[in-house]
C-alpha cells in the first residue's frame, strides 16, 4: 500500500465484464478520505451498511479494513459509469493495473472468487454470505463439518447464485395467470375470462424476498376428456419441457379435487419436482382442503391480495430454506472450492 496516503484514494472496479446485478468497487487509501468521497455516512471496520453514495445511487459498503472498502452498487453498465466518473471528479485514482496495490485482498483465492460470485448474483441473499466464505474457508479443519455436508448444503445455497425456476401449472382459468401478475406486481401474464388464453409458457424475474427465481406461467390443461384445440395441446407439449427442469413446481387448483387430477395428469413430466399446492380464487371460493397455501389475486380486504405472503414465504423456504442461509460451515459456491472437498 506504499504511496496510498500521497494518491489520497485508489480504487479499482472488480465487476466481471458481463454485467450482473451488483458491481463491484474496492476502495483503498486514507478511511476519511474514502468516506468523504463517496458522501456517506462512515461504516465500522468488519462490517457493511446500506448507504447512498455519489447522489448517484444505493450501495452495500462493507469496510474490510481500516483503509479499505468494498462499495456494491447495483451492476448495471450506465450506473456502474456514473459513480465511477462521480469518485474521478472527487480526486480518486482508477488503478489500471493488475489489483497488486491492493495487497493480500486481490491474492486470497476464496475472496476473489466471493468478488466474481457477488458480481454475478441475481438474489441479495447472496452478498452477505459470500463475504463471510474467506474466513469459513479459512477456519475449516477439513474434517467437520464433512465435504458431504458441505456438498449438500452447497447445493442449496447455489440457488443464490443462479434463479432457480418455478413453474405453475392448473387447468384452464384456475387463476394461474391472475396469481403471476399478483406476486410479478405486474402484467406478465395474460388474464382473461376465456379459457385458454395463455398458450405460451410466459414469465419473469421475480424477488421472493432476497431470493430471485424465475416464475414461469405454463399453459392451462383442460378437463379430461374435453375437447382441445391443437394450438393448445402442441404448447403444453413445449410447456412439459419447463415444468419437467423446475426446481418447483406450484400445483394451483381453485377447487380441492383439482390437486390430485392434475398431479396424476403430469405424471412423469415433474416426478422429481419438488411441489406445493397452491389454491386460487380463495376471495370467491372460500377454504377448501388439500391446498399448503390459500390464496386470491384479487383484493381480499384492507390488506390487499390474499395470501401471497405466505405464499412468498414457503416458496422461498422450499428453495433456500433458514436452515441453510443460517448454516455456519464453508460453502463451496465456485467450482475451485468444490475441487477441495
Known sequence: MAGVSALGVVFSVRTAATPGAVGIIEAAGDARLIFEGLGCGNVAVGSAGLRE?????????????????????????????????????????LAVDDGSAFGLFSEVEVERLALGAIARAPSSLAIELLLRQAARWRDWDGVSPSAK??????????????APLVALVGKVNAGKSSLTNAVASGDVSIVSEEA??????????????????RWVDTPG???AGAAEPEVERESRELAKGVIGGADLVLVCSEDEDGFE?????????????????????????????GANVETAAAPAG?????????????????????????????WAFAAELRARL
Open 53 to 93: 453514495i455519489c447522489s448517484v445511487d444505493s450501495a452495500l459498503v462493507a469496510r474490510v479494513e481500516v483503509g479499505r472498502a468494498l462499495i456494491m452498487p447495483h451492476g448495471g453498465v450506465q450506473g456502474m459509469e456514473a459513480i465511477c466518473a462521480a469518485l474521478i471528479a472527487r480526486g480518486w485514482r
Open 221 to 223: 390443461w383442460r378437463g
Open 302 to 330: 384492507p390488506g390487499g391480495a390474499m395470501g401471497l405472503d405466505e405464499l412468498v414465504g414457503r416458496v422461498r423456504e422450499e428453495l433456500v430454506p433458514v436452515r441453510a442461509l443460517e448454516w455456519s460451515g464453508p
Open 196 to 213: 385458454g388464453t395463455t398458450r405460451d409458457h410466459t414469465g419473469a424475474l421475480v424477488d421472493l424476498g432476497g431470493l430471485v427465481v
Open 261 to 289: 387430477e392434475m398431479e396424476a395428469r403430469m405424471g412423469q413430466v415433474a416426478q422429481g419436482a419438488r411441489r406445493l399446492r397452491i389454491g386460487t380464487k380463495g376471495d370467491l371460493r372460500g377454504g377448501r382442503g
Open 149 to 162: 455436508e458441505i456438498v449438500e448444503y452447497s447445493d442449496v445455497l447455489d440457488r443464490l447464485l443462479r
